[in-house]
């Protein structure tokens, strides 16, 4: 019989340089505000919302799953209406890359009963890439708490980003919803365009030499 597979072992000499190992993340790296704009659904059918935006991406320390090593950035985003000052959207997680295989993860966590896992691949120098989450998946999946499952069933989460040759990020967001009483699926999109205001600080383990 062939040897089970050595799940327990972790990575020897493992880099604590997180900024040297994100592969396509490397761009995201550091403090960014911009303007887009929300598709979004209302009682009458369909609004587009202005917004603006700040986003801060945190190098972490490398994360060994046994011999799976993970590099990856924090990220919390803060949406605002033009016009208001209350929170539009909020939003935390990680973005993770997988250097041996080129998987990509981002882990979503929202204020208002809602987590997703989405995943893809991508090159190392890679200047865009997806990332997606499928209602029922068991590995790149969608929960969501009764009331949004209930009434806003959000059945697919698909994100791109790009890393523009001007310095600029810009991605679209695609949240499919299946609208309560509504027969067809409503495409949720967000499009916004964002400028680096800060560089990224250096992960807890590498120090701040």
């Given at each position: 019989?062939p040897?089970?597979?050595?799940?327990?072992t972790?990575?020897?000499?493992?880099?604590?340089?997180?900024?040297?190992?994100?592969?396509?993340?490397?761009?995201?790296?550091?403090?960014?505000?911009?303007?887009?704009?929300?598709?979004h659904?209302?009682?009458?059918?369909?609004?587009?919302?202005?917004?603006r935006?700040?986003?801060?991406?945190?190098?972490?320390?490398?994360?060994?799953?046994?011999?799976?090593l993970?590099?990856?950035?924090?990220?919390?985003?803060?949406?605002?209406?033009?016009?208001?000052?209350i929170?539009?959207?909020?939003?935390?997680?990680y973005?993770?890359?997988?250097?041996?295989?080129?998987?990509?993860?981002?882990t979503?966590?929202?204020?208002?009963?809602?987590?997703?896992?989405?995943?893809?691949?991508?090159?190392r120098?890679?200047?865009?890439?997806?990332?997606?989450?499928?209602?029922?998946?068991?590995?790149?999946?969608?929960?969501?708490?009764?009331?949004?499952?209930?009434?806003?069933?959000?059945?697919?989460?698909?994100?791109?980003?790009?890393?523009?040759?001007d310095?600029?990020?810009?991605?679209?967001?695609?949240?499919?919803?299946?609208?309560?009483?509504?027969?067809?699926?409503f495409?949720?999109?967000?499009?916004?365009?964002?400028?680096?205001?800060a560089?990224?600080?250096?992960?807890?383990?590498?120090?701040?030499?």
């Open positions: 019989m040897a089970e597979p050595d799940i327990f972790e990575p020897e000499d493992i880099d604590l340089e997180t900024l040297n190992h994100l592969g396509p993340l490397a761009a995201l790296a550091g403090t960014w505000e911009g303007e887009g704009i929300d598709t659904p209302v009682a009458e059918g369909t609004e587009d919302e202005p917004y935006e700040r986003i801060v991406f945190e190098p972490i320390d490398p994360q060994p799953n046994g011999p799976q993970l590099y990856g950035l924090r990220y919390h985003q803060h949406v605002n209406k033009l016009d208001e000052p929170t539009f959207h909020d939003q935390v997680g973005w993770l890359w997988e250097p041996a295989t080129g998987a990509l993860m981002q979503i966590a929202i204020p208002r009963g809602q987590v997703a896992l989405a995943s893809g691949q991508a090159e120098d890679a200047r865009q890439f997806s990332v997606e989450a499928v209602l029922g998946s068991e590995t790149s999946g969608i929960v969501s708490a009764p009331f949004l499952s209930t009434n806003f069933t959000t059945t697919s989460y698909r994100i791109t980003i790009t890393a523009n040759d310095g600029t990020l810009t991605y679209e967001q695609d949240t499919v919803l299946q609208v309560r009483g509504r027969p067809e699926a495409h949720h999109i967000d499009r916004s365009r964002l400028h680096r205001v560089p990224p600080a250096r992960n807890p383990a590498a120090g701040t030499g």
